[in-house]
């Protein structure tokens, strides 16, 4: 199914959020959730795509029956007006293209495929891993290179040999070395987002398509004003944008990490969402009153203020 928002220069759209998954009271994944929470995204946020079944999403505590009904149910709500990238990355080859598979099935735009963690394969076993998946379907493929969760960086020329295969479109950089970033996309066509909230407006400056963000759930709308001025050439208003929204990464992304903190943000702007699932805990009430802080600095308004 062709993306409804991608575009040569950006094929998964520019503004994109790594969606939490809605939990009922008692750690189920709330489906009816699922859905208010993509369309407020989509809606009032201003995303262009959603990032389902991510880390953020709490993907390593969700079976695969739970992301198939995760994804068909984020395309029912949003998926006439919004790009639906799938995150099916594990550390195990055949587990990931049978989640490739089963999200291609389910009509997803398409994949989101993040390094495999915890084994630390050398570069040709993630060439050779990233290919499989590729070969599994006709979805575009983004990577996702972030070291300091799966151990292991995509390497600058691993990137350019998985360039050339024609499904593999995208890279989500959470690894921050800019200069490497440069070098691929001065030798290949991947389309750079980025993966790292501290870094979005620095990842514009070098040529980056936008933003897979995690504090796109309560200031979506602010990062995609500063894409957009930044792509216009106006750099001093993006750059106050940066400013504005600083404390609410702050908030979110230094405090406890993007999903306990992203479904604090939720709710504290009425968006409930619910629990995290462990090894997840909820914030804290101090961790709390320092977002509510962060927030409040970085003007987004908070149901209780």
């Given at each position: 199914?062709?993306?409804p928002t991608g575009t040569a220069e950006a094929p998964f759209g520019r503004m ?71 995150g099916v990355g594990t550390n195990d080859t055949r587990h990931t293209v049978k ?186 009430e101090k961790q709390i009153a320092e977002l509510r802080a962060c927030l409040v ?9």
């Amino acid at each position: 199914m062709a993306s409804p928002t991608g575009t040569a220069e950006a094929p998964f759209g520019r503004m994109l959020t790594a969606m939490v998954t809605p939990f009922t009271s008692d750690g189920d994944v709330d489906y009816e959730g699922v859905r208010r929470l993509a369309t407020y995204l989509v809606d009032e946020q201003r995303n262009e795509g959603l990032i389902v079944n991510g880390t953020t999403g709490e993907s390593p505590t969700t079976s695969d029956d739970e992301k198939r009904r995760i994804v068909s149910a984020v395309l029912e709500a949003v998926g006439d007006r919004a790009t639906v990238v799938a995150g099916v990355g594990t550390n195990d080859t055949r587990h990931t293209v049978k989640l490739a598979k089963q999200a291609a099935d389910v009509g997803a735009h398409g994949l989101l495929v993040v390094t495999p963690y915890y084994n630390k394969p050398p570069q040709e076993g993630l060439f050779q891993h990233f290919t499989a998946v590729a070969d599994a379907t006709e979805l575009p493929v983004m990577l996702y290179d972030i070291p300091g969760r799966s151990g292991v960086p995509i390497k600058t020329e691993t990137l350019i040999r998985l360039a050339q295969h024609d499904r593999i479109v995208a890279v989500k950089d959470a690894k921050g070395d800019l200069f490497a970033a440069s070098q691929v996309m001065t030798a290949t066509d991947l389309v750079f987002y980025s993966g790292d909230d501290l870094l979005n407006l620095p990842w514009l400056s070098l040529g980056a398509a936008g933003f897979v963000s995690v504090v796109g759930h309560v200031v979506g709308s602010e990062l995609a004003r500063m894409i957009e001025l930044h792509k216009s050439g106006d750099v001093k208003q993006a750059l106050e944008v940066h400013g504005q929204v600083a404390p609410v990464v702050d908030g979110i992304m230094l405090k406890a990490g993007g999903a306990i903190m992203a479904k604090a943000a939720l709710s504290l702007v009425g968006v409930p969402v619910g629990p995290v699932r462990l090894p997840l805990v909820a914030a804290t009430e101090k961790q709390i009153a320092e977002l509510r802080a962060c927030l409040v600095a970085g003007g987004v308004k908070l149901t209780d203020a």
